[in-house]
């Protein structure tokens, strides 16, 4: 039975220059139930990305091989303080992000369950690109927060919106409540008038009465 060829070296260490963009590309072999770690030293608020691409040993084929079913976990902590900062699993192709928190040293690690049984072993070849230092998640965080600061400029604007409606409401309470005053008072003096007119004539009416009523009494 032929196995693939294992490296000697059980740990690699992929060095940051400066703070500009760094790409790494590896490729390593492990066996079921193994991790392999890589220690990177990282800035505070630095933006790490990877891609990884997994192959499984063929004995039928004699080469290595895609397999569906295979998957890979990837853990990423930081040394110093023992947060875990990343941990997922992907299928046999896929991505990571992650943002370093504190500066130091961050352990990434991948590895694979995938077996049926203590008694097989699969060996596989795992292709790894890191790079270190990208922008893209930063643009994303920032597109977030637009889009964030806009809801929240929408919402602001609405409520203006609502008290507008609101002030031309009570204005047109406030108008056709002084206009309904303006009729009342109108009446009100129509009204105070109309009695005065009555009073006086009938004022008028019982004077001339009176005086008739006089003036027949004397000529008898």
């Known amino acids: 039975m032929a196995f693939p060829r294992r490296p000697q070296v ?3 260490c992929l060095l940051l220059l400066f703070a500009a963009t760094a790409a790494n590309a590896l490729h390593f072999y492990l066996d079921t ?3 392999r770690c890589f220690i990177e030293e990282l800035p505070t608020d630095t933006v790490v990305e990877g891609h990884y691409t997994a192959l499984e040993w063929s004995e ?3 080469k290595y091989v895609d397999n569906a079913n295979l998957g890979i976990l990837v853990e990423v902590d930081e040394i110093e303080t023992g947060h875990n900062v990343v ?4 299928p046999s192709d896929s991505r990571f992000t992650f943002t370093s ?3 130091g040293d961050h352990s990434i690690c991948l590895s694979s369950n995938y077996g049926t049984s203590w008694f097989t072993n699969s060996h596989i070849r795992l292709h790894l690109d890191i790079v ?3 922008t893209k998640t930063n643009e994303e965080h920032d597109r977030s927060h637009v889009s964030e600061l806009s809801q929240k400029l929408r919402d602001l604007n609405m409520k203006l919106e609502d ?8 204005r047109e309470r406030e108008s ?3 206009d309904l005053s303006e009729v009342t008072n109108s009446r009100t003096v129509w009204y105070t008038v109309a009695q005065i007119g009555v009073l006086i004539a009938t004022c008028i009416w019982q004077m001339r009465h009176l005086k008739k009523f006089f003036e027949e009494r004397k000529m008898h």
């Open 10 to 12: 059980l740990s690699l």
């Open 33 to 35: 139930n193994e991790k």
């Open 60 to 62: 039928s084929e004699q």
């Open 87 to 90: 941990k997922t699993r992907g």
């Open 101 to 103: 928190h504190d500066s």
């Open 132 to 134: 270190i230092g990208t």
């Open 163 to 170: 008290i507008r409606r609101e002030q031309q409401y009570q």
């Open 176 to 178: 056709a409540f002084r």
